[in-house]
């Protein structure tokens, strides 16, 4: 027999922590760190929660804005990777030094 208290996480908890970074991208722009100490979460949490945002927003009309990660040595955009994940190093340079990408919501027209 199923048990469905065994959920690691409850819905609501994840309705909350989304509205909390729905917030904090209003207030925006974020990166995935500042996400994660604003609302509370580990990072890598965060990415997983911004697809989902991203699609709720799509279906609202409005916009995540995604700035992509770029390479604080030789200024490569990592434009083509999954978005919402932070790149390890350049693949060009192989530095480690990344701007991580920031996120915001664009406004309402
Ligand atoms: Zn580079």
Known sequence: MKNKNIEPVPQEAQETVRSSILSALASGPVSAKEISGLVGIPEKEVAAHLEH???SL???GKRLIVQPAECVKCGFLFEKRERFSKPGKCPVCKSESIHAALFSV????
């Open 58 to 60: 799509h279906r609202a």
């Open 53 to 55: 945002i991203h699609l």
């Open 106 to 109: 664009e406004a309402p027209a």
